[in-house]
């Protein structure tokens, strides 16, 4: 992962707390680098910035999308492509380069471009979501 997220990880942790989510940094969950239960999402301590933003979205996007209704049409394999698909558009809508962390990701999970094609609706609108709150007013990326 190469840059730096900058003040968009606080803005992106103000955001979290917005929609009522606990975030806890830990190294309890290790070897995972994040996990997302419920209303709560726990990140491991010692990550780079721009990995720990990358995972910070990852998780948040589970919160806004699986969490409910939507777990339960979706496979492991949609949800993991779906996150980390949002993950890869607002890294690099921020400027961060993740090189092929994302892809390597998804295909950890059999997503494909067939999955990716399916959910491109719920990507886009979560990555949108998520990048209209956390740039600024005056910022393009709005």
Same mark, same amino acid.
């Given at each position: /992962? *190469?840059?730096?997220?900058?003040? @968009?990880?606080?803005?992106?942790?103000?955001?979290? $707390?917005?929609? +009522?989510?606990?975030?806890?940094?830990?190294?309890?969950?290790?070897?995972? *680098?994040? /996990?997302?239960? +419920?209303?709560?999402?726990?990140?491991?301590?010692?990550?780079? !910035?721009?990995?720990? @933003?990358?995972?910070?979205?990852?998780?948040?996007? #589970?919160?806004?999308? #699986?969490? +409910?209704?939507?777990?339960?049409?979706?496979?492991?394999?949609?949800?993991?492509?779906?996150?980390?698909?949002?993950? @890869?558009?607002?890294? #690099?809508?921020?400027?961060?380069?993740?090189?092929? $962390?994302?892809?390597?990701?998804?295909?950890?999970?059999? +997503?494909?471009?067939?999955?990716?094609?399916?959910?491109?609706?719920?990507?886009? *609108?979560?990555?949108?979501?998520?990048?209209?709150?956390? $740039? !600024? $007013?005056?910022? !393009?990326?709005?």
């Amino acid at each position: /992962m *190469k840059g730096d997220p900058n003040d @968009f990880t606080s803005r992106l942790e103000s955001l979290i $707390a917005a929609n +009522g989510i606990a975030l806890e940094y830990t190294d309890r969950i290790a070897p995972a *680098k994040g /996990m997302s239960s +419920g209303g709560r999402i726990e990140v491991l301590t010692n990550l780079e !910035p721009g990995e720990r @933003f990358s995972v910070l979205v990852h998780e948040l996007s #589970h919160e806004l999308i #699986h969490k +409910g209704e939507r777990r339960k049409e979706t496979s492991r394999t949609i949800r993991e492509t779906e996150a980390e698909a949002v993950a @890869f558009v607002v890294c #690099h809508s921020i400027g961060l380069d993740t090189n092929t $962390a994302a892809s390597d990701y998804i295909a950890l999970y059999q +997503g494909d471009q067939t999955t990716l094609a399916a959910s491109l609706e719920v990507i886009q *609108k979560t990555s949108a979501e998520i990048l209209r709150a956390i $740039a !600024p $007013a005056e910022d !393009p990326l709005r």
